[in-house]
């Protein structure tokens, strides 16, 4: 299994720009979902998925769409990048067992700065 | 409102100690909480899942504790070595109706050799 990956790994975009980060899983997971990182911030959650064609906000979804049409895959878009947009963002997946027992699994992250 | 805090935000300590590291949690009403493990530019590595009906699991030199009432759980780890630096992260699960991990901002560990 490759696991969840995420691509690109470094993107450079300018203000207004959009653009597609993209997260795959072969693991057969159910809920995905997208986090950004930011310094002293820890991890916020952007939106998740909790099966193809659920999607959901999480605490920072302005600015980002997702949709969920196959298991696999769980792509993020930002409509019109901003500077407040540079962040490192990271992409995970579980397969929530009886009371959400899983662990979660986690990309190795997009660094996105927007100039 | 869901918030997990980490004490200390970064620790030095010799090699060959032990160690504690602490997650703090406003609502008790958790379906788990998980530890993580990162190292530099990189992404988030599992090391331990408690279960809210659980106290505490162990892995190889890692325990982790998790007492629900006082909103807090621990991350123990014995006889630390210089591979062990790095940024170790909690995360609350809520059961408050929507399927959310709530993260704490880490704790950045440098163990000395």
């Known amino acids: 299994n490759a696991g969840v990956t995420q691509t690109p790994k470094f993107q450079v975009l300018k203000t207004g720009q959009s653009m597609t980060l993209q997260c795959a899983q072969d693991?057969?997971?159910?809920?995905m979902s997208w986090y950004r990182q930011d310094p002293g911030m820890g991890l916020r959650l952007i939106h998740y998925?909790?099966?193809?064609?659920?999607?959901d906000q999480g605490e920072v979804p302005n600015g980002y769409n997702v949709s969920r049409s196959t298991t696999e895959d769980f792509p993020l878009r930002l409509l019109s990048a901003a500077p407040s947009q540079t962040s490192v963002y990271f992409c995970?997946?579980?397969?929530?067992?009886?009371?959400?027992?899983?662990?979660?699994?986690f990309g190795p992250g997009t660094r996105l700065t927007v100039l | 409102k869901q918030e997990v805090t980490q004490i200390p935000a970064a620790l030095s300590v010799p090699e060959g100690e032990n160690l504690v590291l602490n997650c703090s949690f406003t609502?008790?009403?958790?379906?788990?909480l998980q530890w993580f493990r990162q190292d530099p530019g990189k992404g988030l590595t599992s090391l331990l899942l408690?279960?809210?009906?659980?106290r505490e699991q162990t892995s190889g030199r890692l325990n982790a504790s998790l007492d629900k009432s006082s909103g807090r759980s621990t991350l123990y780890i014995a006889a630390s070595q210089p591979g062990d630096s790095a940024t170790y992260l909690c995360?609350?699960?809520?059961?408050?109706?929507?399927?959310?991990?709530?993260f704490g901002t880490g704790t950045r560990l440098k163990v000395l050799a």
């Open positions: 609502d008790s009403a958790i379906y788990n």
């Open positions: 693991m057969n997971h159910e809920y």
């Open positions: 995360a609350a699960f809520s059961t408050s109706g929507t399927y959310k991990y709530i």
């Open positions: 408690i279960q809210s009906s659980q």
């Open positions: 995970a997946s579980r397969a929530p067992g009886q009371g959400w027992s899983d662990t979660q699994y």
């Open positions: 998925s909790v099966g193809a064609g659920i999607t």
